[in-house]
């Protein structure tokens, strides 16, 4: 089990949660992969709310469901993840590795029992 942590750039989010990886080292693609895929199949079972996940969907899903709570959607879990490898990529997030910056997909990280995986969401800063 790790543990898996949201923050912003004005602090953590109150809730975190575990991920069950049985392997002891993977590539951070795979990591991000299994989150995304993980919390788009809890969404997808409550049959409601809204989704809070790493990345939110795009604005054509958005116009395309509406934004009334009310109605359950189903979220694509590999649009979800092609979205997150493209925010990782323009620096939407950063991931760190028990405080160790994990700066490339494709970098092995070695996961154990007590290993906490934070996402960072950075805000653009509005006006320069």
């Keep these: 089990m790790v543990s898996i942590v949201d923050e912003t750039t004005t602090g953590r989010e109150?809730?975190?949660w575990h991920l069950e990886i049985f392997e002891e080292r993977l590539p951070l693609r795979e990591v991000i992969r299994r989150r995304v895929f993980q919390e788009v199949a809890e969404h997808n079972a409550r049959r409601s709310g809204q989704f809070r996940g790493l990345v939110q969907p795009s604005e054509t899903e958005h116009a395309l469901n509406g934004t009334r709570r009310s109605?359950?959607?189903q979220v694509d879990p590999h649009r979800q993840y092609d979205r997150a490898v493209e925010a990782f990529g323009?620096?939407?997030?950063i991931v760190l590795v028990d405080?160790?910056?994990?700066e490339d997909l494709d970098v092995q990280?070695?996961?154990?029992?007590?290993?906490?995986?934070?996402?960072?969401?950075l805000v653009p800063l509005v006006g320069g």
């Design 14 to 16: 109150p809730d975190a």
């Design 71 to 73: 109605e359950h959607r």
């Design 90 to 93: 323009r620096n939407g997030f």
């Design 99 to 102: 405080d160790r910056q994990v």
């Design 109 to 121: 990280v070695d996961l154990r029992t007590g290993t906490e995986i934070t996402f960072l969401r």
